[in-house]
């Protein structure tokens, strides 16, 4: 119950500068342009930054088992969304069926999960957080860019591979296990770009929501089943697969909370890279995330009975 209202509490907090961003688009404060920018800006140097200073930890035994535990549930989070978009939008062909496939299947768990997941459970949620966005660069760079594309090739492979998020983590990861402590004085600048995270991400969550037409995508059907397969039916499915397990909490609850968040942004970016219904994307981004609101803390209510 405790983590449900923790959940509620900073998703309510987060909501609150995701309006802040979505005002301060509309009154003409960033453009499309210095959005781009600033999104670039945080995933590409805020969001590795914060991943690897959560390494900058004592080896511990608990820590390592919890870590491997965390990429085996993140892979299989990963097939039951997968999974789900198959079955229910598998028939759907064309630009809109991609795109909500690869809604369904990519959660939104650096810009939504690291702030959250670090206010729950602070630097060992992020650890663990790791796995899932390294599971979700690897897959997103190659199995998503098929289902957008119905295509796959070795270069898409290899950009995975190259993500900063990755990057970060494999970087992350020699650090922990050779246990290179890095001094206070490198330290602390790294973590004051690690905490410009969880402003900025929400900033830049409110000027997607923004962008896109509210009234337009709350008149589409797809988009009521794509937000149900993501934000409820995909998260409960996991949720029971963790249960009959003697599972670490912070591990279950991270990789959960993970795979409740919305839409990722990068449907969106992809949708316009590979010449589909960009517009659509954005429009299930913005009413994912604006549902997960009510949605995540009702996962989380349901997990602490269970979990």
Wanted: aromatic share 12%; glycine share 6%.
């Amino acid at each position: 119950m405790n983590s449900a209202i923790t959940v509620l509490y900073q998703i309510v907090i987060m909501f609150i500068l995701i309006l802040f961003g979505f005002f301060l688009y509309k009154k003409g404060a960033f453009t499309r342009r210095g959005c781009n920018q600033l999104s670039n800006f945080v995933l590409g140097t805020v969001c590795p930054v914060l991943i690897f200073t959560s390494f900058q930890k004592d080896l511990e035994p608990r820590l390592i088992n919890g870590l491997l535990i965390a990429f085996l549930l993140s892979a299989v989070s990963h097939i039951v969304l997968i999974a789900l978009g198959a079955v229910f939008c598998g028939k759907r062909r064309g630009e809109d069926g991609g795109v909500e496939r690869f809604a369904i299947a990519y959660s939104n768990c650096a810009f939504l999960g690291i702030p959250l997941i670090e206010a729950v459970y602070g630097t060992d949620g992020i650890f663990y957080l790791t796995a899932y966005i390294a599971v979700f660069n690897l897959l997103s760079w190659t199995h998503g860019i098929m289902t957008m594309t119905n295509r796959m090739n070795f270069k898409s492979a290899v950009n995975a591979l190259k993500a900063p998020a990755v990057l970060a983590t494999f970087a992350g990861l020699i650090f922990f296990f050779l246990q290179i402590r890095l001094p206070d004085i490198i330290m602390q600048p790294l973590n004051y770009i690690a905490s410009l995270n969880t402003p900025l991400a929400m900033l830049i969550s409110g000027m997607t929501i923004a962008r896109s037409n509210l009234n337009s995508a709350l008149k589409k059907p797809g988009i009521y089943l794509t937000g149900f397969l993501k934000l409820i039916a995909g998260p409960l499915i996991i949720m029971l697969l963790l249960i009959p397990f003697d599972i670490d909490p912070v591990v279950a609850n991270t990789i959960l909370i993970s795979a409740a968040c919305p839409t990722a942004t990068s449907t969106i970016m992809f949708a316009a890279k590979y010449g589909k219904n960009s517009v659509y994307a954005s429009e299930i981004f913005a009413v994912s995330t604006i549902a997960s609101a009510a949605t995540m803390p009702l996962i989380m209510f349901i997990a602490s009975k269970f979990i």
